[in-house]
């Protein structure tokens, strides 16, 4: 963690704040929030819903809508530019090419249920020069996360992919801009236990691999020990608590951060599936 | 032993496969060959994930699907040979509580209207007793009677539906519950309230109960036996500390590996020896099995 400390974040959240008017009234969902993401590192934000942990991503990857907006303010810098006050043809430019990417979690609403998954492929690789480039990166996109029978998924339509295979097809197409940074909201909740875990360890061989930064929102603290090195805990549009992972689990700080523990220790960690889940034998 | 509540033998459910312009195509088993037993003050767990065919069974298990071969008997007596007052008595002894409680609950009536719907519908109440009876009710799932008596069903939170649901569900004393996935929707502080709340419920009745859920961790913490469901097929059953504590089956195994733990020390020195167990048992698509 010290190397990366000595590094510049590649983001970084100065006082953040979204206040939505709903109804007239104004709800302060995000309300003055800091947060880094340094180069490679894998960063979690978690809280439960009404947190405002998926409006401060949508705010920060500037994919919210404006017309609900009461104020919008602080500032959020990718690799030294503002985003919150980049113009619009900058901000593509930022998601085409070496910027950021978002994964959301109902992959079948992302999906063009009419085209075929090479059609769709093809569209977030428009900066390729011609077919043969397309084809070779599409695939190679497939085989990265993990989807070996590429020329048959590529000929699929989305609703005959399995939910797992859908998420690893959307996850393909944010790796499409070959971004610096992966946002991923509750990226595995819609996905059954055996998949959810396989696409979480994906997750985790391209922050290795490719040492891609991640930003993964969830209300799961078993994922967040999973997969991230730096936590921060939000309540009420506010971070309560920030720190490294294993010390947020042994020692938090907060009121809040202890509750939330306690709730997940009373799910996760009962009976007999504690010494079940750790006996597991490996295979040969 | 006593006579179960609820015992299914042989359950087969299959759906027609369906080819272009509506020729026969080849039938997919739902479920396939399952027998189980629920008896009085008793929670069995079903587990599974999707396509396993848990929901299905569920449905057949509270009469409201036809299974294509095999019976369902309640104390006893076939479902088959029931008249329509065994079914009255059927549908008032077995409860069911869905996923999302914002869904199973009718959104133009406030709360006291579902709860009274109910009691007067298999006359458990009159006009008089009304009024207390359903202040005891919401009482027993937690909730004050003056707070949320007048309530809409969209001014209240997924966990406080969720109470009023079983509110429901407890109104008319029914001996079985039958709970297809009643957390999955809740945040996990809430669910950990809702799970000791069926608990509790649960052992003060005597219930019967059958959880049927995706998640290791709930079944643990509840249940007194399992079974494991695999494409509609029964892996691996029984007590739920010798099947989750010392699987057999390798899908239990592998169901077992993919469990999150919040702890990141346990969650790191566990991912070598999940890597090589995982994977083995493909997740069904839209259009069938895995082949």
Known sequence: MNALSAQSPLLSARDVKVHLRVHGRVVKAVDGVDLDVYPGQCVGIVGESGSGKSTLGRAMTRLLPNVELAELSGSVSFCGDDVLAMAPEAMRALRRHRGFSMVFQDPLSYLNPTLRIDRQLAEALRHLPDRRAVQQKSEDLLRQVGLDDTARILRLYPHELSGGMRQRVMIAMALAPDPQMLVADEPTTALDATVQYQVIQMLRRLNNERNLAMLIITHDLGMIAELCDQVYVMHGGKIVETADVFTLFDAPQNDYTASLLAAARRLHQTKALGDAAMAVQPLP | ?291
């Open chain 2, 1 to 291: 032993m006593s006579i179960p509540i609820l015992s299914a033998r042989s359950i087969v459910k299959s759906f027609a496969g369906r080819s272009w312009f509506g020729g026969a195509g080849s039938a997919k088993r739902a479920v396939d060959d399952v027998d189980l037993d629920v008896n009085e003050g008793e929670t069995l767990a079903i587990v599974g994930e999707s396509g396993s065919g848990k929901s299905t069974l569920a449905r057949i298990l509270l009469g409201l699907t036809r299974s294509t071969a095999g019976e369902v008997a309640y104390y006893g007596q076939s479902i088959d040979a029931f008249t329509a007052l065994d079914w009255l008595t059927f549908r008032k002894a077995v409860q069911p509580i869905f996923q999302d409680p914002a869904s199973s609950l009718n959104p133009r009536m406030r709360v006291h209207t579902t709860l009274s719907n109910v009691l007067l519908r298999h006359r458990l109440a009159t006009r008089d007793t009304l009024g207390p009876m359903i202040t005891d009710l919401l009482g027993s799932v937690g909730l004050d009677a003056n707070q949320f008596h007048d309530r809409y069903t969209h001014q209240l939170s997924g966990g406080q539906q969720q109470r009023i649901a079983i509110a429901r569900a407890m109104a008319v004393r029914p001996r079985l519950i039958i709970a297809d996935e009643p957390l999955s929707s809740l945040d996990m502080s809430v669910q950990a309230q809702i799970l000791d709340l069926l608990d509790s419920l649960k052992s003060s009745h005597n219930l019967g109960l059958v959880l049927i859920s995706h998640d290791l961790n709930v079944v643990d913490a509840i249940s007194d036996r399992v079974i494991v469901m695999y494409l509609g097929k029964i892996v691996e059953a029984g007590p739920t500390r010798q099947v989750l504590g010392n699987p057999a089956n390798d899908y239990t195994r592998s169901l077992l590996a993919a469990k999150l733990v919040a702890d990141p020390h346990i969650a790191r020195q566990r991912r070598l020896a999940m890597d090589a167990l995982i994977g083995k048992h493909p997740e069904p698509t839209i259009q069938g099995a895995p082949q």
